[in-house]
């Protein structure tokens, strides 16, 4: 009888050549929850196996991840996107850097090759510039949301809404402290 060996899941350096050195925030929605609480990374893939392996990776490597998941079919021949799901929360810059240190293993880039977009802006990847570049908090991604959508309704000539409301709970609280 003769022995064959499965080997599976990523070797050192077996996406060189794979993975475009760009991370996308928030360009697509979350499936696991709501918008404001969840940050989607996603990353530009050239083939479709090295997608299931990356996506693998991401779940099974880090507990900070949500989900992952490849999309369902190819945008161009042999260009799939790979979606990570992380709370949105102050640490998610630091976990997005803990990951693309990691990838150094998987990929030809270093952490300082990466550039980080969120709308329409584009910066290389810094640990700073990024934590001021997307928001941190639901609180904050609701307040941003809000602003955009508030100057657009002063140009229709509508009212503007407050960027936050209060639930019971806060009010309550506030009134117990004095507040």
């Given at each position: 009888?003769t022995?064959?060996?499965?080997?599976?899941?990523?070797?050192?350096?077996?996406l060189v050549?794979?993975?475009?050195?760009?991370?996308?925030?928030d360009e697509?929605a979350s499936?696991m929850?709501?918008d404001?609480?969840?940050?989607v990374?996603s990353?530009?893939?050239?083939d479709?196996?090295?997608?299931?392996?990356?996506?693998?990776?991401?779940e099974?490597?880090?507990d900070?991840?949500?989900?992952a998941?490849?999309?369902?079919?190819?945008?161009?021949p042999?260009r799939?996107?790979v979606y990570v799901?992380?709370?949105r929360?102050s640490?998610?810059?630091?976990?997005?850097?803990?990951?693309?240190?990691?990838?150094?293993?998987?990929?030809?880039?270093?952490?300082?090759?990466?550039?980080?977009?969120?709308?329409?802006?584009t910066?290389?990847?810094d640990?700073?510039?990024?934590e001021?570049?997307i928001?941190?908090?639901?609180?904050e991604?609701?307040q941003?949301?809000?602003?955009?959508?508030n100057?657009?309704?002063?140009?229709?000539?509508?009212?503007?809404?407050?960027?936050?409301?209060?639930?019971d709970?806060?009010?309550n609280l506030?009134?117990?402290?004095?507040?």
């Amino acid at each position: 009888m003769t022995s064959k060996y499965l080997t599976e899941g990523l070797r050192y350096k077996d996406l060189v050549g794979t993975v475009k050195p760009t991370v996308h925030v928030d360009e697509f929605a979350s499936k696991m929850g709501d918008d404001d609480d969840i940050v989607v990374l996603s990353f530009y893939v050239r083939d479709e196996q090295a997608a299931e392996d990356l996506v693998s990776w991401f779940e099974k490597g880090y507990d900070f991840v949500i989900d992952a998941d490849r999309s369902p079919g190819e945008l161009k021949p042999s260009r799939y996107l790979v979606y990570v799901e992380l709370k949105r929360r102050s640490n998610v810059v630091r976990n997005l850097a803990e990951m693309l240190e990691d990838m150094q293993t998987l990929t030809e880039h270093r952490v300082g090759d990466w550039e980080v977009t969120y709308g329409k802006v584009t910066t290389p990847f810094d640990i700073a510039a990024v934590e001021q570049m997307i928001p941190l908090s639901p609180k904050e991604y609701r307040q941003r949301k809000e602003l955009g959508l508030n100057e657009w309704r002063v140009r229709a000539g509508l009212p503007t809404k407050a960027t936050y409301e209060k639930d019971d709970f806060i009010k309550n609280l506030q009134q117990q402290a004095g507040l």
